[in-house]
Nanobody, 119 residues
């Protein structure tokens, strides 16, 4: 059974910080690309950041310089450090695990965690 469990969401003031965690089980974590996505009210789900098994990272333009994605393969966990938060960052944040070798071999999602940025 594959399971991705997010934690760390909550309410924070504009300019504040939050650290999200995603613990994975049931997969060979070290070979998967891990990612964070978010969905705001009335909007499509969008990519926030990804990190490959080689620790190469990619960020959406809207979060560059403010968010940092990292992974700890020994703990099967991926993190998202969010600084200088803005009201526009308010969304449900989802953890993703993805593996492709020619064809897609794995594509898994967590349940999501709410992040609300408001004064």
């Amino acid at each position: 059974q594959v399971q991705l469990v997010e934690s760390g969401g909550g309410l924070v003031q504009p300019g504040g910080s939050l650290r999200l965690s995603c613990a994975a089980s049931g997969i060979i974590f070290s070979i998967y690309t891990m990612g964070w996505y978010r969905q705001a009210p009335g909007k499509q789900r969008e990519l926030v950041a990804t990190i490959t098994n080689g620790a190469s990272t990619n960020y959406a333009d809207s979060v560059k310089g403010r968010f940092t994605i990292s992974r700890d393969n020994a703990k099967n966990t991926v993190y998202l450090q969010m600084n200088s938060l803005k009201p526009e960052d308010t969304a449900v944040y989802y953890c993703n695990a993805y593996l492709r070798v020619g064809a897609t071999l794995g594509d898994y999602w967590g349940q999501g965690t709410q992040v609300t940025v408001s004064s």
